[in-house]
């Protein structure tokens, strides 16, 4: 952090000397006390207690892919299942660094791996039961992640198992097609409380893929596949009375939950309710006055709000995580002149990350300037600059960096600059803002930029995502954003720098950074059962793709998250993106 | 109304007077935006009951503005009204819009021009009769409703006990003129005004309405005002006939007078422009040359100067001096700057042998 | 008169098997012609990264690949008799009259529909009355006192009444009279009229008001259009030569007749708020078919756009219809002539 101070600082003394003492903290740390504050719930749960009864209400303006925790991949569906699922582990409920942790839920303990890190063993708890009375087995585990990865009609989650298992000889056909009783060969269950799973390739996260909702067990008579999101078997402290898509969803308590197999949960609320497709500024002002408990998304308060919230009266009770999200822009290897590695240097110097900041809603709402791959908030990160910048006085980078970046240029031959095109996606304006503000810092070194705008629905699918557009069209950089599946550097790092995640179309490695390096170390990373020594490899992997220059990191992104006095346990959790945790919030 | 229009102070205190139906300088006035319209302008006549005076002049000379305003359905927001209207010894001018209110369609009553269009379409005939009578008579609906019977049948409806549950449109056009009539005349009104009553009607249809008028009027010894452009309808009805020309009365004569001895250039207009039924005639209309004059800028001195083919035979009299309207035989009045005898020469010898 | 009511039932029965021809053509049709492929659309409803089994099955089980007019044959014998619809592991049996089963809820139509109306009907009714009232009346004492302050003001209001977006109206309100002083509740709190009829009332007020602000405004404008043109008729006339009253003159005589024009764009607006209320029921969170609408549009529910489309169109040609009939009842012209 110390190479990234300068410029925060530096930035800050433009502004004001008031928000030079927020910046100046330069990490989202605020008040250290215990009560609450500005930043209070980002370390540690705020407003602890154990009171039972009451309703929580959460709201939301959109809603949910589906609430099947098979057919799920947003992150806050991922967190709020946990209410009325249990799946093998789910991440520790609590705020800051130890949110990262991952704890055994439905199992009575992490994975034991054996075969180096292929076969994957867990026991489940006894006594654990679903909302009709009857008791969970393995084979309802299994039967669940068959259903969530293997069938046809439910498509929303993502892959991974059917990715990293065994597969049947021939392809398994998933659950509702396959009327045999084996189903995939792969995942054995010899008894009702154990579960092995076969990998293709020694992983050995597979805890955080378990802890994914898709291993929340399913008992296949209750199975209605795509209709199941109505009619879901509980086995969380919660059950579902109610889903009426776009509408809303009301749960009560599960009456055969049991406290005692189940040391993370309190249970806290008698009721929740959620709302759906609510009017976005109606929910912040519900939260303001107190009526609402949580904006169920997690990704802040609107723009409209944020000054509200901002005022001296409500800043105690707001919190300013960062969120997981990385937005950076790609300078693809193929492209003339950015195929050499000097030229991708000049960028990584010219770029104006504070005038990006800036744009993308400054240093609460848009995020931390960003020197690294990984964020702050996944396991892995390390800090380190590569490409310092200092801000000139009155603003733009001074000419110390401006003169390194002239300086890659005369060594990429190109002394005057050159010329190429820089995308954004058209429907999200703060993205094409951004795009605006780097478009005009690159100029003053004489790198000139047309920019591209295309719809995000068809970003990676039809235009970037696809190689052979951005070869026939000479698009050199282009801007994205990405968060972790699972919060580790190879969760996160996996599916934008690694060779395989180049395709024809619907890729995320824009820069089509194929290098046998890099890719080696991440292969080797993943099988290494030495958490210390995986985690360490993912800084150095980050640092790789840092001197590769293929990748400019902008910021990390931030959300201004509002936290109603009577809503109790409430902390930011990591493992969702730096949303609240919902497991174990309460009101007073 | 009195406060806000000096000139009915001196109409309260004035005289009251003898004759039944009495207007004295009647002014009419409307502000608008493009100026002050003077509709009437200093009108005065006396009708007694039993007699019909047939008031003729052209679309915008005033007619109906007169007669709308003895009747006081001038909006007392945007007309101006002053001068004096006695009515069976009682003002009009000066009284509350709730006195006034009283008299209508009760004392005074009035047959319009369009039955089709004066008749409310959503309501049967029979309704429309039974609440005028309602409106001033305390009686039962049954009561009003067998009045309204009689009244069709008197003024000549087939079958009015079941007419009378027929809506307007399902009426022909002489058959709503009858119903419109019954109307006027369900509360025995003492003056009856009627606006054109004959002008939407076919031509055989007419001569009956006009009939009918006439013998109602006998009937009820009611007092007649008949306007019209029209002056076929004024010769068969009227006893006397009042000439309006800008707002103004121009002549004013008995019936006999009028027609064979009219003393105004602007009458004699008026005679020449009329079709002629009883007479062969080869020649073609004699219509008045221009068009009316506007009430806002109405023409100084003699209004009719810019289309009377005469008016320079009096020096510029014509165009700065207003004529007044004087008395030139008994019964006879006209306002005119030409001199008597030139008129009459004029008349009968440039005038009358080409009607 | 019984003919007639058959004969105009029997159009908009024409009416309607039309419009969900054209609709369907336009959500089914349309996109082929655009050059969008059947997997395309299909991918549209698979998750984030399509694999081209899920694809092929999913194409399938929706019968996309059918042609448009055999899968519209299929839609309306589904609402004749029925339809089976594959789930995964069971079988959904959407009963007749089948207006289609949703890609995105896995439900038939008809069901989300019968849940979404009740709320947009409360919405509707409700601001329909207030409008009404409210708009007529100010409407008929602005045309009376014609120029005057009252007028001035009044027509100053429901100009800005007309062009004031609701979401503005909306939040103001919001912000005033629930979040500033908690008169009423905030937004997503509509409760339906049968679980607690208290409630309604409450979360209903401020969307009613707010909604009727626009259509009052509207109508005031109208009404004195309407009270100015037909005091000015020669039956108004007759009606004050027979010595009534002004305000028999006025009531009985005046605003029925202007009540009429008035009738007609009733029927039209209230048709058509029935099929939703969009940014009413976005703004304050009431779960109606204009919220449904837009979602399914969004998602890409195309049986479900359908569906609120045919819902729509259906109050548009009913209302309709009732206000041709009323019409007869009040104009004896149109009933006798």
């Given at each position: 952090?110390?190479k ?6 530096l ?43 009451g309703t ?9 892919d ?6 799920t ?62 008791t ?49 060969k ?6 009702d ?17 378990v ?109 300013n ?27 990584q110097?010219a ?10 809603g ?22 380190f600059?590569l ?29 005057n ?22 478009q ?6 004489g ?12 970003y ?14 000479g698009?050199?950089?282009m ?11 190879y ?10 995640a ?22 080797d ?31 990390y ?32 | ?11 309260g ?55 709308l ?14 001068g ?7 003002e ?12 209508r369609?009760?004392d ?9 269009s ?9 309704q ?15 009561v ?17 006990d ?73 010769a ?7 000439v ?74 014509s ?37 | ?11 908009a ?30 991918a549209?409803?698979?998750g ?15 019968g ?99 062009s ?31 679980a ?6 409450q ?21 004195r259009?309407?009270?100015l ?92 219809l ?16």
């Open positions: 952090m110390n990234m101070r300068p410029i925060a600082v930035a800050a003394g433009v502004v004001a000397a008031a928000t030079l003492a927020a910046c100046g903290g330069g990490d989202d740390s605020g008040d250290t006390g215990s009560g609450p504050g500005f930043n209070a719930g980002v370390k540690e749960q705020v407003n602890k207690s154990d009171k039972k009864g929580l209400k959460f709201g939301h303006s959109d809603d949910w589906s609430p099947d925790p098979g057919n991949y947003y992150a806050f569906s991922q967190n709020f299942s946990r209410l009325y699922g249990r799946g093998l582990t789910t991440f520790a409920p609590a705020a800051g660094d130890a949110s990262l942790k991952v704890v055994p839920d439905l199992a009575t303990d992490l994975g034991q791996a054996s075969d180096g890190g292929k076969t994957w063993t867990y026991k489940l708890r006894t006594g654990v039961k679903y909302d009709d009375g009857t969970v087995t393995s084979k309802d585990v299994k039967y669940a992640v068959e259903r969530s990865n293997y069938s046809a009609e439910l498509q929303n989650g993502p892959k991974y198992f059917k990715a990293y298992l065994v597969d049947n000889k021939p392809a398994y056909p998933g659950p509702y097609k396959d009327k045999g009783d084996e189903g995939l792969s995942i054995e269950t010899p008894d409380q154990t579960i092995i799973f076969h990998l293709n390739t020694a992983f050995q996260e597979f805890d955080y893929l802890a994914m909702s898709q291993t929340m067990p399913v008992p296949k008579a209750k199975d209605t596949g795509l209709k199941y999101e109505t009619t879901i078997a509980s086995t969380g402290p919660y059950k579902v009375d109610s889903y009426a898509r776009g509408k809303s969803m009301s749960l009560s308590r599960n009456p055969h939950w049991n406290q005692s197999t189940d040391p993370l949960r309190k249970a806290l609320p008698d009721k929740i309710e959620v709302q759906l497709k609510q009017n976005g500024d109606d929910i912040d002002q519900r939260l303001l006055a107190g009526s609402l408990d949580v904006d169920m998304a997690g990704v802040g308060v609107q723009s409209g709000t944020q000054p509200k919230v901002l005022a001296d009266d409500q800043k105690p009770y707001v919190d995580p960062v969120q997981g999200f990385l937005r950076f822009m790609s300078l693809n290897v193929n492209v003339k002149p950015l195929d050499n590695v000097h030229c991708r240097m000049a960028v110097y770029t104006d990350k504070v005038a990006a900041q800036t744009a993308y400054g240093p609460l709402a848009g995020g931390d300037v960003a020197t690294t791959v990984l964020p702050p908030t996944v396991a892995g990160y390390t800090k600059d490409y310092p910048q200092k801000q000139a006085e009155g603003g733009g980078l001074d000419q110390a960096t401006l003169a390194k970046a002239k300086q890659e240029l005369q060594a990429c031959g190109q002394p600059g050159f010329t190429t095109k820089l995308s954004a996606r058209s429907d999200r304006p703060k993205e094409v803002a951004m795009a605006q503000a780097i005009q810092s690159l100029a003053k070194v790198i000139r930029t047309d920019i591209v705008q295309y719809p995000a629905g068809d990676f699918t039809k235009y970037v995502g696809v190689p052979k557009y951005v070869h026939d069209n698009i050199g950089m801007i994205m954003a990405w968060a972790a599946d699972w919060p580790t550097g969760g996160f790092l996996s599916q934008i720098i690694d060779g395989d180049i395709k024809p179309s619907g890729g995320n490695n824009l820069a089509e950074l194929d290098d046998p390096k890099i890719n080696k170390a991440l292969d990373a993943i099988a290494n059962p030495d958490e210390a020594a995986r985690l360490k490899t993912y800084g150095e992997i980050d640092k790789m793709v840092m001197q590769s220059a293929a990748e400019v990191p902008l910021v992104a931030k959300a201004l998250m509002y936290r109603p006095k009577r809503v109790t346990n409430v902390g930011i959790t990591y493992s969702y993106g730096g949303m609240y945790d919902y497991l174990n919030m309460g009101v007073e | 109304m009195t406060g806000t229009a000096p000139t009915a102070q001196t109409a205190t004035g005289d009251a007077p003898t004759a039944f139906l009495e207007v004295r300088d009647l002014k009419i006035h409307f502000p608008t935006d493009d100026g002050l319209v003077r509709s009437v302008d200093g009108l005065t006549f006396q009708l007694e009951r039993g007699r019909t005076l047939g008031i003729v002049g052209e679309s915008g000379s005033g007619k109906s503005v007169t007669s305003g003895i009747l006081g359905l001038h909006n007392r927001r945007n007309a101006n009204v002053s004096e209207i006695w009515l069976n010894g009682k009009l001018v000066g009284s509350s819009e709730a006195e006034v209110r009283r008299l369609g009760r005074m009553a009035m047959i319009f021009q369009d039955p089709l004066a008749m409310h379409p959503f309501y049967t005939v029979g429309q009769i039974i609440e005028a009578y309602r409106v001033h008579n305390d009686v039962s609906k049954q009003a409703r067998k009045h309204a019977v009689d009244m069709l049948g008197k003024v000549g409806i087939p079958k009015p079941r007419r009378v549950d027929d809506y307007p449109h399902q009426f022909s056009g002489g058959m709503r003129q009858r119903a419109m009539i019954a109307m006027a005349l369900s509360c025995d009104p003492e003056l009856l005004i009627a606006d054109e009553p004959t002008t939407a009607l076919d031509v055989t249809v007419q001569a009956q309405i006009l009939d009918l008028i006439s013998d109602l009027q006998e009937e009820f010894n009611s007092a007649v005002i008949m306007i019209t452009h029209d002056l076929g309808v004024v068969e009805l009227s006893d006397d006939i009042l309006m020309y800008a707002g103004r009365c121009v002549e004013y004569a008995s019936v006999d007078d009028a027609f064979h001895r009219p003393l105004h250039p602007y009458t004699w207009g008026l005679l020449g422009s009329m079709p002629r039924l009883d007479r062969e005639r080869s020649e073609r209309l004699l219509p008045i040359e221009g068009s009316p004059p506007s009430l806002i800028n109405v023409p100084s001195g003699c209004a009719f100067h810019p289309r009377c083919p005469y008016a320079d035979l009096n020096g510029d009299k165009t700065t001096e207003r004529p007044e309207l004087v008395e030139v035989e008994p019964g006879h009045k006209a306002a005119c700057h030409l001199p008597l005898d030139r008129r009459r020469e004029i008349w009968a010898d440039e005038i009358r042998p080409k009607l | 008169m019984f003919a007639y009511i058959v004969r105009r039932l029997i159009g029965v024409l009416m309607l098997l039309l419009v969900s021809l054209v609709t369907f053509g336009i959500f089914f049709w349309l996109p082929k012609l655009a050059g969008q492929t059947t997997d395309q659309i299909a549209g409803y698979v984030k990264a399509p694999t081209k089994e899920a694809i092929q099955d999913t194409k399938e089980r929706l996309l690949d059918d042609p448009v007019l055999v899968q519209y044959g299929n839609y309306v014998k589904g609402i004749a008799v029925g339809r089976d619809f594959e789930a995964g592991p069971v079988t959904d049996h959407c009963p007749a009259p089948c207006l289609g089963y949703s890609f995105r809820s896995s439900q038939p139509v008809l069901e989300t529909l019968v849940d979404r109306a009740p709320a947009t009907a409360s919405l509707a009714a409700g601001a329909a009355v207030i409008w009404l009232t409210g708009g007529i009346t100010v409407g008929v004492i602005s045309a009376l006192r014609r120029g005057s302050l009252w007028d001035r003001a009044t027509m100053v209001i429901a100009l800005s009444g007309v004031l977006p609701i979401y503005f109206t909306g939040m103001v309100s919001l912000q005033l009279f629930s979040y500033s002083v908690e008169i009423f509740p905030g937004g997503g709190q509509y409760t339906a009229i049968t607690d009829p208290v409630k309604w009332f979360a209903l007020v401020l969307p009613w008001v707010t909604l009727a602000f626009l259509y009052a405004a509207m109508y005031a404008r109208l009404t259009a309407g009270m043109e037909t005091m000015n008729e020669d039956y108004i006339r007759t009606a004050r030569a027979k010595g009534l009253p002004e305000r028999t003159v006025v009531t009985k005589h005046a605003l029925r007749a202007s009540l009429t024009p008035i009738m007609t764009v009733f029927g039209l607006d209230l048709g058509l708020l029935l099929g939703g209320a969009v940014l009413t029921e976005s703004t304050f969170g009431i779960p109606g078919l204009g919220r449904l609408a837009i979602d399914s549009i969004r998602s890409g529910d195309l049986p479900m756009v359908l569906g609120v489309t045919l819902l729509t169109s259906a109050s548009i040609v009913i209302i309709n009732i206000v041709d009939l009323l019409y007869a009842v009040v104009d004896p012209r149109v009933r006798l002539g």
